[in-house]
């Protein structure tokens, strides 16, 4: 099962990269605006439709790859989007990668290998009682709520953009762990009752919440603010919360050491990526 949640946490990663790149690549194609002159001009791009069964199939993924192993090892997996879309950009965006970008990609790769080899997640669960939901959930909105107002108060585009990524990152491991939980729903006892357990209406409102909180982190600030936070922020809130809700264990001890290096490589690799591709970045989420 460790195997399949490995491998459906890959091709989900490589369909949102794809999806939300033909989804670019569809809006380059249109004039700028937005409502619904914007959706009926992109309906008609044979890209946009490629972009939305992208994003569709990497849901399906995702979900697939929560039901079958632990969050912090799938999670951290989508951190691949990012190098996956630049590999989709660069022929559909007629833009070309560095010889320093692809470095940095390779710091992004070698650094979630060394991560997740150090800290071996593991970890069956895929429920949890509801005195562990009632303070996770109280957490983790509240510190959305927190980023959002602490944004709104703050004249720097730069802790705008980092303080609502970091918000939408909280969002999006909230979402996978509500998905995972009723995704296990659907697995064990079908479709009505993924349809009336509460987990299944919980991501739905997370995961547009957390859309919404990462458009308003792009517009607020440089990428190279938002992206950071979005990246480790993501991986980092969903191995906590696969240990506090699912139970999920990784190594502790002298192994904490190479899951920072290996931390720390994502991290200067992204930071990397969002200063010498910037325009090749945003295809990602």
Not at 12 to 26: C, D, E, I, L, Y
């Amino acid at each position: 099962m460790m195997m399949l949640a490995v491998l459906f946490a890959v091709l989900g990663a490589a369909s949102n990269a794809v999806g939300t790149a033909f989804q670019r690549k569809a809006a380059s194609t249109v004039p700028r605006g937005g409502g619904i002159r914007l959706l009926l001009a992109l309906v008609r791009r044979p890209a946009w439709a490629i972009g939305i069964a992208g994003v569709v199939g990497a849901a399906v993924c995702q979900a697939l790859a929560l039901v079958n192993g632990p969050m912090a090892l799938v999670q951290p997996l989508f951190i691949l989007e990012l190098p996956f879309a630049l590999l989709v950009a660069v022929p559909l965006m007629h833009h070309g990668l560095s010889a320093d970008g692809w470095r940095a990609v390779a710091v992004v790769l070698a650094g979630l290998a060394l991560l997740l080899a150090s800290a071996d997640p593991s970890g069956t669960r895929v429920q949890a009682p509801m005195d562990r939901w009632v303070p996770v959930l109280a957490l983790t909105l509240g510190a959305m709520a927190a980023a959002v107002v602490l944004a709104c108060s703050s004249s720097s585009p730069l802790l705008r953009a980092a303080t609502l990524a970091a918000a939408a990152a909280v969002g999006n491991a909230l979402t996978a762990a509500l998905m995972k939980s009723a995704t296990g729903r659907l697995a064990d006892a079908g479709l009505p009752a993924f349809l009336t357990t509460w987990q299944t209406y919980g991501f739905a409102l997370t995961g547009v919440a957390s859309l919404l909180l990462l458009e308003n982190a792009l517009q607020a600030g440089p990428l190279a603010a938002s992206q950071p936070a979005l990246t480790i922020g993501d991986a980092s809130v969903s191995l906590v919360l696969g240990v506090a809700l699912f139970e999920e264990s990784v190594r502790t001890g002298w192994w904490l050491l190479p899951e920072a290096i290996g931390a720390l490589l994502i991290l200067g690799g992204v930071l990397r990526l969002t200063r010498v591709v910037p325009h090749l970045v945003d295809v990602v989420r």
